[in-house]
Nanobody, 127 residues
């Protein structure tokens, strides 16, 4: 069983920065592909950023490319999402997810590819 706990959400002004964290339980953390998703009010949950099992490959949704960075600290069993140049349209609940299967692409872009989810953390960008 893997537990994921997000933290670090909050309120920030347009153009500001925020970092959200996801602490994972489980000794096999380094072998998981990790992802960040978000759900904006009235919208479906969407892929934001992903990291391969090795950590060597990352990818981002076009809407956040160049502004967001996903990273992992294996010693702390934690994955981060650094968000810069935030826009009001980035307002959403942000979820981290872990994919434990060794099968699949380096970056898992679909919710169905993930086995475990955090409870989410709210990020609000004011205009």
């Amino acid at each position: 069983q893997v537990q994921l706990v997000e933290s670090g959400g909050g309120l920030v002004q347009t153009g500001g920065s925020l970092s959200v964290s996801c602490a994972a339980s489980g000794r096999a953390f380094d072998s998981y592909a990790m992802g960040w998703f978000r759900r904006a009010p009235g919208k479906e949950r969407e892929f934001v950023a992903g990291m391969s099992r090795s950590g060597g490959v990352t990818d981002y949704a076009d809407s956040v490319k160049g502004r967001f960075t996903i990273s992992r600290d294996s010693a702390k069993n934690t994955v981060y999402l650094q968000m810069n140049s935030l826009k009001p349209e980035d307002t959403a609940v942000y979820y981290c997810a872990a994919a434990t299967s060794i099968f699949g692409g380096a970056i898992r872009r679909f919710e169905s590819e993930y086995d475990y989810w955090g409870q989410g953390t709210q990020v609000t960008v004011s205009s």
